[in-house]
């Protein structure tokens, strides 16, 4: 899908996804990284994978491209929009 928007569209796109990324249900409903697992928690682990398969590596592409004013933008919008020791504590177990 990105390759058919120009690179302002695609900047713009990752940069809502960032302001808004703990409302996305994959980071809101996250499972809590610690046993027990339920099959409930099996599912969303599943709904991670998949997010991060689909969207981390395009956004990675994007960041790649970007100048360092434009990185330090979205690293301030992640530090003032998302609760970020929540975050952490969701991380993917490997």
């Given amino acids: 899908m990105l390759r058919h928007l120009s690179s302002a569209q695609v900047l713009t796109v ?8 703990s409302q996305v ?9 610690v046993p027990p697992h339920s ?4 599912a969303k682990e599943k709904e991670t994978d998949l ?5 981390l590596p395009a956004f990675l592409g994007v960041l790649d491209r ?4 434009i990185v330090a ?3 301030g919008l992640i530090v ?7 975050m952490s504590r969701t991380r993917v177990r490997p």
Avoid: N, Q
């Avoid at 990752?14 to 990324?21: E, G, P, Q, R, V």
């Avoid at 997010?51 to 969207?55: P, S």
């Fill in 14 to 21: 990752f940069t809502l996804l960032l302001a808004c990324f």
């Fill in 25 to 33: 249900d994959v980071v809101r409903y996250a499972p809590h990284p």
């Fill in 39 to 42: 099959k409930d928690d099996e």
């Fill in 51 to 55: 997010f991060l398969g689909a969207i």
């Fill in 66 to 69: 970007c100048e360092l004013k």
């Fill in 73 to 75: 933008g979205m690293l």
């Fill in 80 to 86: 003032s929009r998302c609760d970020v020791p929540r």
